[in-house]
C-alpha cells in the first residue's frame, strides 16, 4: 500500500529534521531547501532506499531528480546503519527544543533561537507561558505586538490536538501489523480507531491482538520491542502504549480470541457510532461492550465483527461510514450504499508533466497510467499565473496538444486527454484564453492564491468560474494542507448549486496532504447531486500511486462508483465534458 514502506520514511524523517538543525544554525538557506526536498522526494518513492542503494548504489539516488552526490552519500549511509552523524554533530550546535518552537506560525529559526537561548523555552506550551507572563517582548526585535501574535498562534497550536496525516502514519501502523505477526504468538492482529475508518488524519494508532491470555505477556514485549520506539508510556498485563520516534502514539489492546471481532469494532469506533450501537443492543435487550454482545451472561456474539452486526439486525457497516451519520438506519433497512473502490477507478483526472512543475515528461507518466491499467489520464499542467509551478501559455498548451496527439495515435490502451489545471484569478476570470480553453478535452480550474478572501467575495469568485462554459472540473476545492494551510472559506452549498448547474464536477484530490473535497463535503457534494472526478495531482510517476487515498476520502463520504466520473469508460465520460455535453 504505502510503497517505500517505513523505512523511507524513517530516512525522510532524519533529513526533514537536519533541514530543521541547519534552518536554526543559520546555514544556507539552499541547502536547508535540498534536504527538504529530498525528504519529501523520499516519502512518494515507489521502494525502499535500501533496495534502490543495493540495486544501483548511490549513483541510483544521485539521479533522483534533486539529490546531488554528496545528499546522496548521506541517504545511503542512513539506510545502511540507520544514523546520520552529520544531523547528531550538527544537533549538538542548536539550542535543544527549538526545533519544537519552528511549528509556530511567526517563528523562524532566528526567533526559535533567541526564544530558546534567552528564556529557555523548548515547547510551544512554554511558550504560551512566557507570552502570557510579558516576558517575550523583551527580546531584541520582539516587542508587545508580536508577542501577543506568538501568543495567539501558540496558544491555538497547544489547544489543537497535533494529528497526522493518515499517509504518514500509514507505513508504521503496516510496519507494526508485520512486526506482531512475525515475532509474537498472536491469532489476529489489526490497526483499528480513526486508522481503520480511513480518517484523513489520526491522532494516534490504535494497534489490536486477539492472542491467548497466557500469551498476553509475550505480545506485550513484543510490541514494546518494536524499533522505531521513543519511549514506552505503559506497560500493562492487556494495554501498552508506545510512542514512536516519528511523534505518533500507538496504544495496544490484547483480548481473548473469543472477544475479537467486538473488541475490533469497540477499538474501530467512532465513539459516536460505538454509543449509537450500544444504545441498539440495549433496547433489544442485550448488552454490548468490548468482549462481546451478551443476552444476560451468555455471549451471543463477538468472535468476529460480521457475527456482531449480524446478531444485532444490521447489516456489515464499512470502517469508514462508521461516525453515526445516518450508517445504523441505513444498515438497519438494507440501504447502505455500495461504496465506490479502488478498481472502479479507470483513470486518473489531473496529474502534471516537466511542461510545468512536474518532475517526470509526458511520455513516462502516460507509460506509468497504461502500466497502472488505466484507460485515460488527464495530462492538467498549470497556467502562467502559477508562477512558481512555471506555469505554461496558449502555445505551450499548442505544443504539448502534438505530443498527446501523438501518443494517442500509438494506439495503445491508454488515451491522454489534452487539460490543463487553470489557475482561478483574483476576480473569478480564467487564466487562459477562451479558444485555448475551448480545445481542451478537460479543463480543471483551481484556487492557488489569495485563500483568505473574505467568505463572500470567494464565493463570488469560484461561481464566476464555475460559469465559464469550458470549465468541466473545480479542482482541490479549498486549497487546504493537511498539517499545513487551512482552505479557503467559501458558501459551499451555492458552489455546490452553481457546479450542478453548470454540469460541473468537484475533484476528489487523492494527494494525501490535500484530500480536497474532505468527507462531509463530499457528503454534501452527492446530497446536492453534483458528480465528482478523483485525481492525484502526481508531480511524479510514483505520486500516480496515490489514488487509493482519495478512493477512501470519497469512501467516507458515501460515494459509490456511479458518483464519480472516472469510474466510466472513456466514452462515458468525454459526454460528462464540455465538448461532449
Ligand atoms: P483519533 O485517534 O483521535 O484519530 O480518533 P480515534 O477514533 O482513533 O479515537 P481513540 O484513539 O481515542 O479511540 C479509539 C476508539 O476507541 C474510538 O474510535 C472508539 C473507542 N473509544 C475510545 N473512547 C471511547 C469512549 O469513551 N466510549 C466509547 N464508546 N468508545 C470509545
Ligand atoms: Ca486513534
Ligand atoms: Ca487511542
Ligand atoms: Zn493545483
Redesign the pocket.
Known amino acids: 500500500m504505502t510503497e517505500g514502506g517505513v523505512e523511507n520514511a524513517e530516512v525522510a524523517r532524519l533529513l526533514e529534521e537536519m533541514a530543521d538543525v541547519l534552518a536554526l544554525a543559520q546555514a544556507n538557506p539552499f541547502r536547508v531547501r535540498a534536504y527538504r526536498r529530498a525528504a519529501r522526494l523520499l516519502a512518494t518513492l515507489d521502494r525502499p532506499v535500501s533496495a534502490l542503494v543495493a540495486a544501483g548504489g548511490e549513483a541510483a539516488l544521485d539521479a533522483l531528480p534533486g539529490i546531488g552526490a554528496d545528499l546522496a552519500g548521506k541517504i545511503a549511509a542512513i539506510a545502511r546503519t540507520g544514523r546520520f552523524a552529520a544531523l547528531e554533530a550538527a544537533s549538538r550546535a542548536v539550542p535543544r527544543g527549538a526545533r519544537a518552537l519552528l511549528r509556530v506560525p511567526g517563528i523562524g529559526p532566528q526567533r526559535a533561537r533567541l526564544l530558546a537561548e534567552r528564556l529557555g523555552i523548548t515547547s510551544v506550551a512554554e511558550l504560551v507561558d512566557a507570552a502570557r507572563r510579558g516576558a517575550v517582548r523583551a527580546l531584541p526585535g520582539f516587542g508587545v505586538v508580536l508577542e501577543r501574535t506568538l501568543r495567539r498562534e501558540a496558544e491555538a497550536l497547544a489547544a489543537a490536538p497535533a ?1 497526522l496525516p493518515r499517509a504518514v502514519a500509514a507505513p508504521y501502523a503496516e510496519a507494526l501489523v508485520a512486526w506482531m505477526r512475525a515475532g509474537a504468538p498472536v491469532r489476529e492482529v489489526a490497526v ?3 486508522f481503520r475508518r480511513a ?1 484523513d488524519t ?3 494508532l ?1 494497534l489490536l491482538v486477539a492472542a491467548r491470555p497466557a500469551d498476553a505477556d509475550a505480545v506485550a514485549a513484543r510490541f514494546t520491542a518494536f524499533p522505531e520506539t521513543a519511549t514506552v508510556l505503559a506497560r500493562g498485563a492487556t494495554r501498552c502504549a508506545i510512542r514512536l520516534r516519528r511523534g505518533v502514539q500507538v ?1 495496544l489492546r490484547i483480548v481473548p480470541p473469543a472477544s475479537w471481532g467486538s473488541a475490533l469494532h ?6 459516536a457510532h ?2 449509537a450501537v450500544r444504545r441498539l443492543a440495549r433496547a433489544r435487550g442485550l448488552t454490548l461492550n468490548e468482549y462481546g454482545l451478551f443476552r444476560g451472561r451468555r455471549r451471543v456474539a463477538g468472535r468476529t465483527e460480521a457475527e456482531l452486526f449480524a446478531a444485532l439486525g444490521l447489516a456489515e457497516i464499512p470502517p469508514e461510514l462508521r461516525e453515526d451519520r445516518g450508517e445504523i438506519e441505513a444498515a438497519q433497512a438494507g440501504r447502505l450504499p455500495r461504496l465506490l473502490t479502488q478498481e472502479d477507478v479507470r483513470g486518473d483526472l489531473q496529474c502534471h508533466t516537466t511542461a510545468s512543475d512536474g518532475r517526470d515528461p509526458l511520455e513516462a507518466m502516460a507509460e506509468a497510467a497504461l502500466a497502472r491499467g488505466y484507460e485515460y489520464l488527464a495530462v492538467t499542467d498549470h497556467t502562467p499565473a502559477v508562477r512558481v509551478a512555471r506555469g505554461m501559455d496558449r502555445a505551450g498548451f499548442r505544443r504539448q496538444r502534438r505530443a498527446i496527439d501523438a501518443w494517442n495515435a500509438r494506439g495503445t490502451a491508454l488515451t491522454l486527454l489534452a487539460g490543463a489545471e487553470v489557475d482561478i484569478l483574483a476576480d473569478g476570470a480564467l487564466d487562459l484564453d477562451d479558444a485555448t480553453l475551448a480545445g481542451l478535452d478537460v479543463v480543471l480550474v483551481s484556487l492557488h492564491t489569495r485563500l483568505g478572501l473574505p467568505a463572500a467575495q470567494q464565493t463570488r469568485r469560484v461561481v464566476r468560474a464555475l460559469r465559464h462554459p469550458s470549465v468541466d472540473i473545480l479542482a482541490h476545492p479549498t486549497g487546504r494542507l493537511l498539517g499545513g494551510r487551512a482552505g479557503a472559506r467559501f458558501d459551499f452549498a451555492e458552489v455546490c448549486r452553481v457546479a450542478r448547474g453548470e454540469g460541473v464536477m468537484l475533484e476528489v484530490n487523492a494527494h494525501p496532504e490535500r484530500l480536497d473535497l474532505d468527507d462531509a463535503m463530499v457528503r454534501t457534494a452527492l446530497e446536492h447531486g453534483v458528480r465528482l472526478t478523483l485525481g492525484t495531482d502526481a508531480h511524479a510517476v510514483a505520486e500516480l500511486g496515490a489514488m487509493h487515498w482519495g478512493v477512501d476520502q470519497a469512501r467516507r463520504g458515501w460515494a459509490t462508483a456511479a458518483d464519480v466520473a472516472n469510474t466510466r469508460p472513456l466514452p462515458a465520460l468525454r459526454a460528462l465534458l464540455h465538448r461532449g455535453r
Open positions: 494529528r483499528g480507531g480513526s480518517r489520526v491522532g494516534d490504535d496504544d469497540y477499538f474501530t469506533g467512532s465513539t460505538n454509543i
